[in-house]
């Protein structure tokens, strides 16, 4: 059986069609027919070479279709995968239900050929039914940029929470509404003015584009690709407060030793979730009705969405289709 796909075969080649035969169904395996793959900032870093020699390299590792075989689903079920494709399921991470942890975690599309195709044989563990109210143009990047803002959500905020979101884009579009689902009091910091109405209809309370106030946010997220100035934003937490890195920024984060020991803040980072906290954040999202905002195009043009991508011109994320 061959599969078709599309795949750049060096750093920035454009994408072109690949056709390529998957390794045999796993006894925990399933095969999915791809019906929608979100395009992900982490596709751009990959197809760029930024993320290392993975060529030829099938981007896609935002995935939603239906079941065609394998153990414990039934065939035409709608699932979707996210990053991770797989784990070791038996080290101290995998048993506590951190497999993103585990040193043998297997990511979708780094080293495998990933979901710009029309299949993908994927470890059953990490293929997750997607809720009916969930519609899959709009599910397909939750199931990676979804999670990523869910994530330091549900573990550093409760109902009531001050929370900050840096960058109004492909996450910050996301963090926004999951961050009002819960609850939370929630403030958009954008650069861009003209975003204030949607981060607003997104869920932001407040819309900023200057200097936070000092000492008013439990949490920020920065889903910015880049690193703030962190005097600034630190200044801006309560004491105990997070500040949570979401973007690959490239240059570091330069941390203050004092604003840490005088309040007792945190920094920390965080990137996706393991398969119990994606069941949950998918529940909540059809819950609450959190859903990205996409341009959805044929999977034939997704050399073309991919650079969109990467120039930043996407409003919010781009999905791709097959017929």
Not at 142 to 156: A, E, I, S
Not at 188 to 212: C, I, L, M, N, W
């Amino acid at each position: 059986m061959t599969f078709h796909a599309f795949a750049a075969t060096k750093a920035k080649a454009h994408l072109k069609p690949f056709e390529y035969k998957p390794k045999p169904l796993g006894e925990h395996d399933v095969e999915i027919a791809i019906t929608h793959c979100g395009i992900c900032h982490s596709d751009v870093h990959l197809v760029d070479g930024e993320w290392g020699d993975w060529f030829p390299l099938v981007p896609g590792h935002e995935i939603i279709g239906t079941i065609v075989g394998g153990e414990g689903f039934k065939p035409g079920e709608r699932v979707g995968v996210g990053w991770q494709c797989n784990s070791c399921g038996t080290c101290e991470y995998c048993q506590a239900g951190e497999e993103v942890l585990c040193a043998e975690h297997a990511p979708t599309c780094q080293g495998r050929f990933g979901g710009f195709a029309d299949r993908i044989r994927v470890n059953g563990r990490f293929a997750f039914r997607i809720p009916e109210r969930l519609l899959s143009e709009t599910a397909a990047p939750l199931l990676c940029g979804g999670v990523t803002v869910y994530k330091p959500l549900r573990t550093y905020a409760t109902e009531g929470s001050r929370v900050g979101v840096i960058g109004i884009g492909g996450l910050g579009h996301i963090a926004l509404q999951f961050a009002k689902a819960i609850g939370c009091e929630v403030t958009a910091f954008s650069r861009s003015k003209d975003k204030e109405r949607e981060a607003r209809q997104f869920g932001a309370d407040h819309f900023v584009t200057g200097k936070p106030r000092r000492g008013t946010l439990d949490l920020i997220l920065n889903t910015a690709h880049a690193a703030p100035d962190m005097d600034t934003y630190l200044g801006a937490l309560r004491p105990k407060g997070v500040f949570c890195q979401l973007g690959a920024a490239a240059e570091p984060l330069s941390v203050p030793a004092f604003a840490l020991i005088s309040d007792s803040l945190t920094v920390t980072g965080s990137a996706i979730g393991s398969p119990s906290v994606i069941r949950e954040m998918l529940e909540v999202a059809a819950r609450h009705g959190v859903a990205a905002k996409t341009e959805v195009v044929p999977m034939k043009d997704a050399d073309a969405a991919l650079d969109r991508t990467r120039r930043n011109r996407a409003r919010y994320r781009m999905v791709l289709e097959n017929p």
